[in-house]
């Protein structure tokens, strides 16, 4: 795993599937979501398509809000379930997981673990930023995004 930094990050345009969900939907919700982005993304009009996401906020009630996406250049009109949302810009901490998606779970709460000990206030508001799968799981990178208030 890398540092932490903090940077300002510009808001960009996404196509996503937006729920509230719990926990344990969160792999099914996720594979669903990506499946419906992939049918619908030929025919948003969306300009060239970058990287997939999945953008999040604390959870509430029990429920996390849960935005599997993909960023694209401009907004579009919906289709369905797929609409028009943003990564947000501002002041963020980042990340950047080098390694297999199962660090994912435990590379969260050590982001959040630093912010605390640096008196860094979150916003309530973080996603993940994949980069194209690679053949081996331990150079993937994955990176992650803090909001702060």
């Known amino acids: 795993m890398s540092e932490y930094t ?3 990050v510009d808001e960009q ?3 996503a599937v937006k729920s509230d969900v719990e926990m344990a939907e969160m792999p099914n919700v996720e594979r669903s979501a990506r499946a419906r982005i992939a049918d619908v ?5 969306v300009g060239p398509v970058g990287d997939n996401f999945t953008l999040c906020r604390m959870p509430q009630n029990g429920k996390m ?5 993909v960023i694209v250049a401009r907004a579009f009109e919906p289709i369905g379930n ?7 810009g501002g002041r963020v901490v980042r990340h950047l997981l ?3 998606f199962d660090q994912l779970p435990q590379a969260w709460p050590a982001l959040f673990s630093w912010c605390s000990t640096q008196g860094l206030k979150l916003e309530g508001t973080f996603w993940q930023i994949y980069s194209p799968t690679v053949t081996d799981p331990s150079m993937q ?3 992650l ?4 208030a």
């Open 141 to 143: 990178e994955t990176t």
């Open 13 to 15: 345009p996404t196509a």
């Open 82 to 88: 797929v609409v028009p949302s943003k990564l947000p």
């Open 98 to 100: 080098i390694g297999p």
């Open 41 to 45: 993304l030929p025919s948003l009009n």
């Open 65 to 69: 809000h849960y935005e599997p996406g």
């Open 145 to 148: 995004f803090a909001l702060l």
């Open 6 to 8: 903090i940077v300002t």
